[in-house]
């Protein structure tokens, strides 16, 4: 009975951790599909439907970057980051003088999906050292004063082979960057609802 229960839980860790791997490597491998569609830097407020909405084709900020690359992989932020808050508001930044949800806007705007990762994903240490940032991973920084921006860890490395790029758009559409430590990081984050 013994080692019928630990060849069970053996499958069943296995399995999750090979779920997990293939998760960071689909979200690696969306992320950098992304950097191929033409995108302007758009920063608009736009009305979009509801769920599964998106900003007009070509337009974006850095967080359509996120929201887009977790959509190929059938996952809907703008609903998770809406359902939470729903239920939630009071935990969320109240910088921009809302009484309630904004389901056009709410998770396209970094503080929020930053709150959103930590309560529903998982906070990874911020250091400076490249190795503890990995394919998949979401990077939050403070580019100065209160502009935030976010990307994600890509399977691609450096020229020097020193670190991981990152996906981001920070004005010059959905690009590949080495820009993991151009700016202060300010979040570290993994999420992957299936696995929660």
Not at 106 to 131: A, W, Y
Not at 165 to 185: A, M, R, T
């Amino acid at each position: 009975m013994k080692k019928t229960i630990w060849i069970i839980t053996t499958y069943l860790f296995v399995t999750t951790l090979q779920a997990q791997g293939d998760f960071t490597t689909r979200l690696s491998m969306a992320a950098l599909e992304l950097t191929n569609d033409r995108v302007t830097y758009d920063p608009s407020y736009f009305s979009i439907s509801y769920p599964n909405g998106d900003v007009p084709e070509g337009k974006g900020v850095c967080t359509d970057v996120i929201i887009r690359a977790y959509r190929k992989l059938g996952i809907d932020l703008q609903q998770e980051v809406h359902e939470d808050m729903k239920v939630n508001f009071h935990l969320y930044p109240k910088i921009w003088g809302l009484s309630g949800t904004d389901t056009n806007i709410d998770h396209r705007r970094v503080p929020n999906l930053m709150k959103f990762f930590e309560r529903r994903g998982k906070s990874l240490p911020m250091t400076d050292d490249p190795n503890d940032y990995r394919p998949g991973d979401l990077v939050c920084w403070n580019l100065g004063g209160s502009i935030t921006h976010i990307g994600i860890v890509v399977d691609k490395k450096s020229s020097d082979q020193e670190r991981y790029l990152i996906v981001h758009n920070i004005g010059n559409g959905q690009e590949l960057s080495d820009c993991l430590f151009s700016y202060q990081i300010i979040g570290h984050y993994a999420y992957q609802n299936d696995l929660q």
